[in-house]
């Protein structure tokens, strides 16, 4: 299994500034995602990173709102950019497993509230 | 209508009762997964399987590939045990490693 963890874990900022969450493998993977949960819903992809190349984002999200870095296998951090309240949710990220994509580790999330 | 379909969407509980959650899934899968997700956000996961049963304490989940079914099991239910339960499925169109989720099940175990 792998260990991933987030920084920050939680935070509560303003309208029209931007967070960079990190997050941090302890083993090398191939392939990050990073999810978006709000409040009651359940996960939803924002983007896959692959280390080497840009991220592969899904419909409905965009670069310049959540840009993303890859710069090593294990190590990713994503910006949300010019946030307002609606950004308010839980941000996590997840790795595929060694042995292939059907397996998927999970990082603890950051809370994030936008007033 | 969402390709993973979890229930209950909420279900509460005394402790010591037996309980079961369910999740059905409309297409093809190579994996079904179990997760956990306490109040804090972070999330574990508490299986994978592709057929059969799995066992791991007072957790059980089973998956019959026919029905396109499963369930997972909580026995001798705690209040430790509160925390919302998420299927998850891994498609045979798998594009990079990709999950469908099912919206969750928030269980509540009372003491």
């Known amino acids: 299994s792998a260990v991933i963890s987030q920084k920050p874990s939680r935070d509560i900022c303003q309208r029209g500034t931007s967070l960079t969450i990190q997050c941090q493998v302890d083993s090398q993977v191939t392939m990050m995602f990073w999810y978006r949960q709000q409040p009651g819903q359940s996960l939803t992809l924002i983007a896959t990173a692959n280390q080497g190349s840009e991220a592969t984002y899904e419909s409905g999200f965009v670069i310049d709102k959540f840009p993303i870095s890859r710069p090593n296998l294990t190590f990713s951090t994503l910006t949300v950019s010019n946030m307002s309240p609606e950004d308010s949710s839980i941000y996590l990220c997840?790795?595929?497993?060694?042995?292939?994509?059907?397996?998927?580790?999970f990082g603890p999330g950051t809370r994030l509230t936008v007033l | 209508k969402n390709e993973v379909e979890q229930s209950p969407q909420n279900l509460t509980a005394q402790e010591g009762e037996f309980i079961t959650i369910n999740c059905s899934y409309s297409v093809g899968i190579s994996a079904l997964h179990w997760l956990q997700q306490h109040p804090g956000g972070g999330i574990v996961s508490l299986f994978m399987?592709?057929?059969g049963k799995k066992k791991h304490g007072r957790l059980i989940a089973t998956i019959n590939i026919q029905e396109k079914h499963s369930s997972l099991h909580i026995t001798a239910s705690h209040p430790r045990d509160s925390a919302v339960y998420i299927c998850?499925?891994?498609?045979?169109?798998?594009?990079?490693?990709?999950?469908?989720f099912g919206q969750g099940t928030e269980l509540s175990v009372k003491p």
């Open positions: 399987l592709s057929s």
């Open positions: 997840s790795v595929d497993g060694l042995a292939g994509y059907d397996e998927q580790f």
């Open positions: 998850a499925a891994t498609p045979l169109y798998n594009q990079g490693g990709k999950l469908i």
